[in-house]
């Protein structure tokens, strides 16, 4: 069975420039988190998805983050325009319980914001 | 907010020694993780618990919940060079996944 894959494992941009990260999560689980973690600090939730539905999204920073789940399938986590404090590893999960369900992580992706 | 307390921030120990980390959380949690980070890497799932009391065990590693819920601590028994990385505690506060991190511990094992 195919863990959870991000996609990229890395990105570089400059600063006010918008950046797509990609999550698919492990075949069968209705559940998709995104957390990040900045530099130096404790690895912060963001948001879940039910399926297509947003469950809670009160970790997103701002109104710069945008995140979708199309079909509730893979999902993207949008910045735009990207900020130099976003820079941090961005982390998928999912699990197939959303209660007591045991989370699986995907590899993150690093972004740098230049 | 809940917060999480890893302890130690780090540990350095010989191979074959056994070691224990711990993690407290301010409340009663629903659910706590044990991850495991190597550098560049996604989080390895180790264990969860949520019953007060709990105890898992998966190779040499053992994982334990208080009663109350609130203190988990992994012990890590006959220590390898395999087991060093970072170790995060996350807990569930709120039964909907929703986890919050310690800042973890970084394992280091001497051959």
């Known amino acids: 069975e195919a863990g959870v894959t991000q996609f990229p494992s890395h990105s570089v941009i400059e600063k006010g420039q918008t950046v797509t990260l990609r999550c698919d999560p492990i075949?069968?689980?209705?559940?998709l988190y995104w957390y990040r973690r900045v530099m130096g600090k404790e690895i912060k939730f963001l948001l879940h998805f039910v399926k297509e539905s947003k469950q809670d999204e009160s970790g997103m920073p701002n109104n710069r983050f945008l995140a979708e789940r199309t079909g509730g399938t893979y999902s993207t986590l949008k910045v735009q325009p990207a900020e130099l404090e976003d820079s941090g590893v961005y982390f998928c999960?999912?699990?197939?319980?959303?209660?007591?369900?045991?989370?699986?992580f995907g590899p993150g992706t690093r972004l740098t914001v230049t | 907010s809940q917060e999480l307390e890893q302890s130690p921030q780090s540990l350095i120990v010989q191979e074959g020694k056994n070691l224990t980390i711990n993690c407290t959380s301010s409340?009663?949690?629903?659910?706590l993780y044990w991850y495991k980070q190597k550098y560049g890497e996604g989080l390895i799932f180790l264990m969860m618990l949520q019953k007060g009391g709990e105890e898992k065990s998966h190779e040499k590693i053992t994982a334990k919940l208080d009663e109350k819920k609130q203190q988990s601590s992994l012990h890590i028994t006959a220590s390898q060079p395999s087991h060093a990385g970072i170790y995060l505690c996350?807990?569930?506060?709120?039964?909907?996944?929703?986890?919050?991190f310690g800042q973890g511990t970084i394992l280091t094992v001497h051959p």
């Open positions: 999960a999912s699990s197939y319980r959303t209660q007591g369900g045991e989370q699986y």
């Open positions: 409340k009663t949690l629903y659910g």
């Open positions: 996350g807990a569930d506060g709120t039964s909907y996944g929703k986890l919050t």
């Open positions: 075949s069968g689980h209705d559940n």
